[in-house]
């Protein structure tokens, strides 16, 4: 199985706590193999967030995404839109 990279896109309303949140669900992504993360900001809007996750396959991933805990996640940690969520494997 190739591995898959997970691409979230979302604004939230406050990057300090929207990151506090993010580092509190640490057991979330390693429940679902989050083997690395990368967190990156727009440079003109700091609120604006992307978030890079590998998976050691696509299901994995999916099932991520797909997961209550995270939209409970997304929801306490002031994210402002429905998250831009892209799924992309190994070539």
Request: no cysteine.
């Given at each position: 199985?190739?591995?898959?990279?997970?691409?979230?896109?979302?604004?939230?309303?406050?990057?300090?706590?929207?990151?506090?949140?993010?580092?509190e669900v640490q057991p979330l992504r390693d429940k679902h193999g989050?083997?690395?993360?990368?967190?990156?900001?727009?440079?003109?809007?700091?609120?604006?967030?992307?978030?890079?996750?590998?998976?050691?396959?696509?299901?994995?991933?999916?099932?991520?995404?797909?997961?209550?805990?995270?939209?409970?996640?997304?929801?306490?940690?002031?994210?402002?839109?429905?998250?831009?969520?892209?799924?992309?494997v190994e070539a």
């Amino acid at each position: 199985m190739a591995k898959a990279l997970s691409i979230v896109k979302h604004p939230v309303s406050d990057y300090a706590a929207w990151r506090t949140v993010y580092e509190e669900v640490q057991p979330l992504r390693d429940k679902h193999g989050v083997s690395a993360a990368d967190v990156l900001q727009d440079p003109t809007d700091p609120n604006n967030v992307t978030v890079l996750h590998w998976f050691p396959s696509a299901d994995r991933a999916q099932a991520f995404a797909s997961d209550p805990a995270l939209k409970d996640a997304m929801s306490r940690a002031g994210v402002t839109a429905p998250p831009r969520i892209e799924i992309v494997v190994e070539a």
